[in-house]
């Protein structure tokens, strides 16, 4: 399976920015790539999914401050976070749809990144 390694996160204050990385490499295809989050005691959600072709979409809490893009050629998929809350604060967990057979697709993570905002 493809092997997903995530860079970026920290602890910022409010208002502040942070940009994600997250790069996949193996000898399978990748279909789309997302990121999704999860804080103490809730759900992961997705944040940003983004397909091959470039289509994105985005939470509804994240949408007009957050940017997900990709760049096929290094198979890595970024998330550029403006205008960060206290809110967004919780692990950050990249994710890309894996194309192991032509009949099976597999989905991969990452080990999760810890983003903070917090004053």
């Known amino acids: 399976q493809e092997r997903l390694v995530e860079s970026g996160g920290g602890l910022v204050q409010p208002g502040g920015s942070l940009r994600l990385s997250c790069a996949a490499s193996g000898r399978f295809g990748i279909n789309a790539m997302g990121w999704y989050r999860q804080a103490p005691g809730k759900e992961r959600e997705l944040v940003a999914r983004i397909t091959r072709g470039g289509t994105t979409s985005y939470a509804d809490s994240v949408k007009g401050r957050f940017t997900i893009s990709r760049d096929n050629a290094l198979n890595t998929v970024y998330l550029q976070m403006s205008s960060l809350k206290p809110e967004d604060t919780a692990v950050y967990y990249c994710?890309?749809?894996?194309?192991?057979?032509?009949?099976?697709?597999?989905?991969?993570w990452g080990q999760g990144t810890q983003v903070t905002v917090s004053s």
């Open positions: 994710n890309a749809n894996v194309q192991v057979k032509p009949v099976l697709a597999v989905d991969n």
